[in-house]
């Protein structure tokens, strides 16, 4: 709440972005909103302009933004969310829903309003690849190969199954690569099927990029998975939900708060499930950027 000059309290302004092209973005949100209302008085600007204008637009009028898509709709809102500082709650509308899952919010969407109602925030970090930031993990070779191939369209009717059924025809396809990895004063050439660089913990659908990483541990968790035949990923499936990857001896890990990667060729990295940019990527993190709600008390 915020108070006028008599005293009196009134509900905190927030700022609402909907992605109603999000795959659950179409669903009825009703009673999430009306969740909302009764804490908050709802700023809605008119569809059509991108999220970060509006977040700047409204920096001064407003007290915190609500997103509402998924990984993706949050990652264009990220620049912007970093440079106003105000803070954000999440409605998860979209596919694999990776930061909501890393911070704990509920699956209900009614309990995520209340949530963000509540007020408790979380200071988390963001990753950087080459200017672009991210919030969950970003990647080189299979899994960017994945996220180029996964059609929105995809997403929407096939939603987590679509990245079972598009990873598997991919697979077989994935030839190692070779890379340059550079990081705290040492210099690693690898041959690999992937590289990633998460930030928080969870992507692509609940994988887990290391069971101890956390968005605000101030440090970048990476691995390397570097088989020779396709068909070892498989073997490695479980590892990679659990995030336990690193105890095989085919995944190099090591966790980092900066690294330079180079291929021969240009390779797309993937950030937050979107193509970005290109290798040679220059990762870095900022530490507590950005204020998110999570469940807990007032803060």
Do not use: C
């Amino acid at each position: 709440m915020i108070k006028e000059p008599g005293g009196e309290k009134l509900p905190r302004r927030a700022l609402l972005l909907l992605n109603k092209r999000a795959r659950s973005g179409g669903a009825s949100i009703e009673g999430a909103l009306g969740v909302l209302r009764r804490g908050l008085t709802l700023i809605e600007p008119s569809e059509g302009r991108p999220f970060e204008d509006l977040i700047r637009e409204h920096r001064k009028s407003v007290d915190l933004v609500i997103l509402g898509g998924g990984d993706g709709t949050l990652n264009t809102a990220a620049r912007a969310l970093m440079e106003t500082r105000l803070p954000f709650g999440i409605l998860p509308l979209g596919t694999a829903n990776d930061l909501a899952r890393t911070l704990g919010l509920p699956q209900n969407i009614e309990a995520v309003a209340e949530v963000i109602v509540r007020g408790n925030k979380r200071a988390i970090d963001l990753g950087e690849v080459n200017g672009r930031l991210y919030f969950n993990v970003a990647s080189i070779g299979f899994s960017a190969s994945l996220a180029k191939n996964l059609t929105a369209e995809a997403k929407k009717r096939w939603g987590k199954l679509g990245y079972g059924i598009a990873a598997f025809n991919l697979l077989r396809q994935s030839q190692p690569f070779t890379v340059q990895i550079e990081h705290d004063g040492r210099m690693e050439t690898v041959r690999t099927v992937q590289i990633s660089v998460g930030n928080g913990r969870y992507y692509g659908g609940g994988m887990a990029v290391e069971q101890s990483a956390a968005p605000d541990d101030g440090a970048l968790d990476v691995y390397s998975l570097e088989i020779d035949h396709w068909w070892e990923l498989l073997a490695l499936a479980p590892a990679l939900r659990r995030g336990t990857q690193g105890n095989s001896r085919k995944v190099r890990t090591f966790r980092t708060a900066e690294l330079k990667v180079q291929t021969r060729r240009p390779h797309d990295v993937n950030t937050d499930g979107d193509i970005s940019t290109t290798t040679p990527a220059h990762f870095r993190i900022h530490r507590r950027a950005v204020d998110v709600f999570v469940p807990g008390a007032p803060s």
